[in-house]
């Protein structure tokens, strides 16, 4: 019986060793292009919010500092759902499009195992621009450390992130969804989230994205996190990813 399972267990060495070979070329894919690309938005963030701090410094040094927290939490929100805008935008999508999975999966690779850990590793790379971000921050405007900064920021990337998974998964237009995803989601929960009837249950459906700002306010803060909020948009994208990858495993790369 074990002379029987060995092959099995050969074929799946090989496997993983490719799978973690194509994580390194999937975390500097995502920092030379998407990466890039989130960086130089988030400095003309930073430069936007630094200019009217900058003056505001200069007339009055001591009180500027009441200034810094407001500051970094805009420049939080921002860096949220636009970096993970960027992060998740073409995932699987480009990959149908411009036929990389033909490359891709020339090997024996699983499509499920591949790009589960190609989310992984765009969070990863999330994360790190996210610290140079802070550091950024504290350079420019105050020394900052928030311990809470980092768990959110990747709970708030699979919060988001999972959505933009998921429609990447479906469609080619990934990013004009998840944009539409988030302008829906804003204006159901806005018009009917306490209306007290049929819409306000349907939309219930949608996430919670336009509760996101509590999140960071108690992050920046220091406040004690929103435990249920967080766990409801977790679980919503980490339910979205898991249906991403469902899609995946059912549906042809190469259906358009």
Same mark, same amino acid.
């Given at each position: 019986?074990?002379?029987? @399972?060995?092959?099995?267990?050969?074929?799946?060495?090989?496997?993983?060793?490719?799978? !973690?070979?194509?994580? *390194?070329?999937?975390?500097?894919?995502?920092?030379?292009?998407?990466?890039?690309?989130?960086?130089?938005?988030?400095?003309?963030?930073?430069?936007?919010?630094?200019?009217?701090? %900058?003056?505001?410094?200069?007339?009055?040094?001591?009180?500027?500092?009441?200034?810094?927290?407001?500051?970094?939490? &805009?420049?939080? *929100?921002?860096?949220?759902?636009?970096?993970? @805008?960027?992060?998740?935008?073409?995932?699987?999508? &480009?990959? *149908? +499009?411009?036929?990389?999975?033909?490359?891709?999966?020339? +090997?024996?690779?699983?499509?499920?195992?591949?790009?589960?850990? +190609?989310?992984?590793?765009?969070?990863?790379?999330? $994360? $790190?621009?996210?610290?140079?971000?802070?550091?950024?921050? #504290?350079?420019?405007?105050?020394?900052?450390?928030?311990?809470?900064?980092?768990?959110?920021?990747?709970? @708030?990337?699979?919060?988001?992130?999972?959505?933009?998974?998921?429609?990447?998964?479906?469609?080619? =237009?990934?990013?004009? #969804?998840?944009?539409?995803?988030?302008?829906?989601?804003?204006?159901?929960? #806005?018009?009917?989230?306490?209306?007290?009837?049929?819409? &306000?249950?349907?939309?219930?459906?949608?996430?919670?994205?336009?509760?996101?700002? &509590? =999140?960071?306010?108690? =992050?920046?803060? *220091?406040?004690?996190?929103?435990? %249920? !909020?967080?766990?409801?948009?977790?679980?919503?994208?980490?339910?979205?990813?898991?249906?991403?990858?469902?899609? $995946?495993?059912?549906? +042809?790369?190469?259906?358009?």
């Amino acid at each position: 019986m074990s002379a029987a @399972l060995a092959p099995a267990a050969e074929h799946a060495a090989p496997q993983r060793a490719r799978l !973690l070979a194509y994580s *390194r070329f999937q975390l500097r894919d995502f920092l030379l292009t998407k990466g890039l690309g989130t960086v130089l938005l988030m400095a003309l963030m930073l430069f936007t919010v630094y200019m009217p701090f %900058r003056t505001a410094r200069s007339a009055d040094p001591e009180g500027v500092l009441a200034l810094v927290a407001p500051a970094f939490k &805009e420049v939080m *929100r921002l860096y949220v759902t636009l970096g993970v @805008l960027f992060a998740t935008n073409g995932i699987v999508a &480009e990959d *149908r +499009k411009f036929g990389f999975y033909r490359f891709y999966f020339a +090997k024996p690779v699983g499509v499920v195992a591949f790009y589960a850990q +190609k989310f992984a590793t765009h969070l990863i790379g999330h $994360l $790190l621009i996210g610290t140079v971000l802070v550091g950024a921050f #504290s350079v420019l405007f105050a020394p900052l450390w928030i311990p809470a900064y980092w768990p959110v920021l990747a709970l @708030l990337f699979v919060a988001l992130g999972g959505i933009g998974f998921l429609l990447s998964a479906v469609t080619t =237009v990934d990013w004009v #969804s998840l944009v539409g995803v988030y302008f829906i989601a804003e204006v159901g929960w #806005s018009l009917y989230g306490t209306s007290g009837d049929w819409r &306000e249950a349907l939309v219930h459906l949608l996430p919670p994205v336009h509760r996101i700002g &509590e =999140v960071i306010h108690a =992050v920046v803060h *220091r406040d004690p996190l929103p435990g %249920r !909020l967080l766990l409801w948009l977790t679980a919503y994208g980490a339910a979205c990813f898991v249906l991403g990858l469902v899609v $995946l495993a059912r549906r +042809k790369l190469a259906t358009s």
